[in-house]
T-cell receptor, first 113, second 114 residues
Framework: GDSVTQMEGPVTLSEEACLTI???????????LFWYVQYPGEGLQLLLK?????DKGSNKGFEATYRKETTSFHLEKGSVQVSDSAVYFC????????????FGTGTSLTVIP | GAGVSQSPRYKVAKRGQDVALRCDPI?????LFWYQQALGQGPEFLTY????????KSGLPSDRFFAERPEGSVSTLKIQRTQQEDSAVYLC????????????FGPGTRLTVL
């Protein structure tokens, strides 16, 4: 079945460090791929998405490229800030139906000044 | 603006009790989703409504779980005869379109079954 495997955390970085959170997927067909973020005490928010191979999603300095050949959607940011401290979830939307979402287990990021 | 709201935010139940969790989606959103998030895990899909029709309930873990959205707006997730393994955060999300690609999440209800 469809699934998402996400890099385990927690991850601790110093401010301005580079971030990569790995995400790979298994799916039938061509799913849409997403990164969601959950800030402390808040609900899940969509960070970025990509709907087809080679698409790059970007938002708030974060980027992820839909790589069909490696079935990956790694999240990257060149310079993290303390305000980026949150839990990040990779997810896919099942192809053809679009109604079933599969989430990874989440990666906790803490950025220290 | 008003987002997705859920109530109660916290619920403690004794094993065997029935519980009802409420979701108020964003006004006008046609799609509504329920997820279960166990501690340290990602959300897992439970069920999906398009307006008042429950089009997918394949994620409901047992027949003790029941969801409804009778007028196509507010939804209730009911769990009968709660068990300890039902302890989790229950998330609701709504979407203005018929797919989950643009969904807005509520803050969740944390259910603890003693």
């Amino acid at each position: 079945g469809d699934s998402v495997t996400q890099m385990e955390g927690p991850v601790t970085l110093s401010e301005e460090a580079c971030l990569t959170i790995n995400c790979t997927y298994t799916a039938t067909g061509y799913p849409s791929l997403f990164w969601y973020v959950q800030y402390p005490g808040e609900g899940l928010q969509l960070l970025l998405k990509a709907t087809k191979a080679d698409d790059k999603g970007s938002n708030k300095g974060f980027e992820a490229t839909y790589r069909k050949e490696t079935t990956s959607f790694h999240l990257e940011k060149g310079s993290v800030q303390v305000s980026d401290s949150a839990v990040y979830f990779c997810a896919l939307s099942r192809a053809y139906t679009g109604n079933q979402f599969y989430f990874g287990t989440g990666t906790s990021l803490t950025v220290i000044p | 603006g008003a987002g997705v709201s859920q109530s109660p935010r916290y619920k403690v139940a004794k094993r065997g009790q029935d519980v009802a969790l409420r979701c108020d989606p964003i006004s006008g959103h046609v799609s509504l989703f329920w997820y279960q998030q166990a501690l340290g895990q990602g959300p897992e899909f439970l069920t999906y409504f398009q307006n008042e029709a429950q089009l997918d309930k394949s994620g409901l873990p047992s027949d003790r779980f029941f969801a409804e959205r009778p007028e196509g707006s507010v939804s209730t997730l009911k769990i009968q005869r709660t068990q300890q393994e039902d302890s989790a955060v229950y998330l609701c999300a709504s979407s203005p379109i018929k797919t989950a690609d643009t969904q807005y999440f509520g803050p969740g209800t944390r259910l603890t079954v003693l």
